[in-house]
């Protein structure tokens, strides 16, 4: 592995490019021109560096395993993602090592560190909530390990990713609540860097322009962790704050069970005085009292999805052909339950 | 590893005695006699089969890897546990595969095999349903390799265990049930074969016994795949069938909250006409209605032991010192909520 990289590190200097590029040449990707593709392809060559011994080298190597980094194991959304990737795995005769990095950027750079020493077929990830197109995410990239990132991912790395509409599903959330008769209504969103706590806040601004609402910064309240003790919180301050709020749009099931939690013990009654929709179908909320309206986001179909894209860029990988990182789209529906009904 | 299977097959063979008790011997188990243990290794070094090569070899094939097979993901209990491996797995620099046997004996016996050619450096399980000391289970110990089951056990299987007190566990819980009044108690229990559902039902014939209540047979209702679905069902059933029933015990959370589903729905007052207490605290026992009494299991904790256990013997193994198994049992408790209150 050590010789490789120097290798290409060494083409990539002498040419003048990055090494991502250069191994993107290598492999034949298409958003490199052909011109570079050629030079490093001859200076590979004349390095004792080609594609073909590079193949070799991989074919060699392979594991049969592949790693998966998430936020949280504990957690219903991201162990049906795992449910699905085990399974899909499984089917292919690929083995699992998860890891958790429990949103922390340094275990997670620590992580994949250990996941590329492992030499892993691939690597499939949700990023924390600091993470970015930071060195880690870069080293695999470069390394040329097969990389798919879902749910929480970074529009910057070029990889593919299995993601929802997260501006489109929340606009849809908002808008049933503007369909249900609420005008004031309150956002609490997701941590300021996640690529979807961002889109889901801009669905839910979008909403409110499409039906003439002002948007009021001052009704938006940002998690830090996303807990149930984060919506109890937050439901207090809405009542004490704005007890105006007939609308709520929550990131995720979890905190919005945390604001219905606080709501019943204040007997602040839902849906009759406050309209409550979360994120993402978690199994709790068809079972808690009143039953919670939310968008169900396909976990399991998610998990499947990664894995399969994985396995087509790991077979490319493979055989040494050339790859285009591709992003799949999943459908989510809003599901209405008892907190936003017309009562 | 072929090689050595068929030397150890040969010793067993040719001194009339089991794989198992031959590769103990080599480990210097104590339950093996002296007479047994030198027998084996004079004929150990005659084929140049000693423990000590055999100690090479294995240090030779540290992969720093475990495998954990758990009949189930998403299950707030088991992803609990597999946060407490991980956490502790990643402490001690080892890497966890997992595996999940959708309470499959078939898969879990491919899984098995899966792990053991993925040379792992011990295996975690939890045994699926079907699951006892069969072939699979019995290949993990005779090839020597650390085993430590959590949970679902066997006690037939003579491995490093972390397990809780479940007879005592649901003892307590139902002597709960008894001291807030309740004299008619419905059990619904587990399957048949998992030790802890036979467990957890002995518990609650123990707690009857003990306070001059008649068990009766037809108030145990016996679930197949311990869901929300089976919870309802049964609640159906004991209403139905025996409206006079005040006091239900349940083998677990997620079946309570079934249970409880069915009730709300039919407008059986919970605790007024009948009183419930459920097993293993899961998250959504504290945030339904009536929040739901239930037996604390630390199962983050059980996570945590389960792989010290398995360290331990990973480095007597890789030292080739004996080791004995050793269970470890961990302390429950009873949480009271408003499922088993007197209103």
Known sequence: MKNKQTTLKLIAEKLNISITTASKALKGYSDVSEKTKNAVIMLAKELNYTPNSFAVNLRTRESKTIGLIIPEVVHHFFSNVINGIIDEAENNGYLVIILQSNESLELEKKQVELLINKRVDGIIMSLSNQSNFDSHIKNIIEKGIPLVLFDKISKLVNCSKVIIDDQKAAFEAVEH????????????????NPQNAIDRFLGYKKALEKNNIAYDSKLVYTCTDVTFEEGKKFAKEIIEEHSEVDGLFVITDLVAVGVLAYFNEKQIKVPQQIKIIGFSNWFMSQVITPKLSTVDQPSFEMGKQSFKL????????????????KTILLKTSIIERESTQNK
């Not at 369909?179 to 209504?185: A, H, L, N, Q, V």
């Not at 994985?310 to 990182?325: A, C, G, I, R, S």
């Open 310 to 325: 994985l396995f087509e860029e790991m077979v490319h990988f493979k055989n040494n052909t050339p790859f285009e990182p």
């Open 177 to 192: 609540l503007i369909s249900k008769g609420c005008k004031k209504i309150a956002h609490i969103r997701g941590p300021n």
